[in-house]
């Protein structure tokens, strides 16, 4: 079976050459090597290129704290306490389906968090309070690495305790939406 095309054999390569057989006889069949072909930059790329390569090292590390700030002061100002999923910012799966999402709740407990009410940052979402902490210092460690190049000890992440994580995740939101007691107090 030939699977060359007209191009190709005018400039001397097979489109498919593992799978002609009469050229590869006693070889492997394996296919060609995958090559990744890299454009070159555009001007928009090359701007932000330059823009990247100049910049301090502490200024990525900065504008992730800028952000983050700027979201804790949206939370700060808008109260989301005082209503529910149905009261702005909405959450799309509870109003369509009544269910409290995985997120459910995460934007009460960070507003708890600030003010200092654990209890109850953890009744409104107990996986997100856990995981503070965590995110809080590997940011840290990010940023005293990226800024001094100092190394703090971080907590060893596996793919295993990712995915027990996301597993306990999975069973706070079922056992979060079961509607009987004591599991109702739960329900945000």
Request: charged fraction near 10%.
């Amino acid at each position: 079976m030939d699977v060359t095309h007209a191009s190709d054999a005018q400039h001397g390569h097979e489109a498919w050459p593992f799978l002609n057989e009469s050229a590869h006889a006693g070889h492997s069949h394996e296919p060609p090597p995958i090559v990744y072909y890299t454009p070159p930059p555009n001007a928009f790329n090359r701007f932000f290129l330059r823009l990247y390569e100049k910049s301090p090292r502490w200024t990525a590390p900065l504008a992730v704290l800028v952000c983050f700030l700027g979201a804790a002061a949206t939370v700060w100002v808008i109260n989301p306490t005082g209503g529910g999923a149905f009261d702005g910012p909405t959450c799309i799966i509870k109003m369509t389906t009544g269910f409290d999402c995985p997120g459910c709740g995460g934007t009460r407990a960070f507003y708890y968090l600030m003010h200092g009410n654990i209890p109850e940052a953890a009744r409104h979402h107990a996986m997100a309070v856990f995981a503070a902490p965590f995110l809080v210092w590997l940011y840290v460690a990010w940023a005293v690495k990226t800024v001094w190049g100092k190394s703090i000890p971080v907590p060893t992440i596996s793919s295993k305790t990712i995915a027990f994580f996301i597993a306990a995740w999975g069973v706070f939101m079922v056992i979060r939406n079961i509607p009987v007691a004591p599991f109702t107090s739960l329900y945000v």
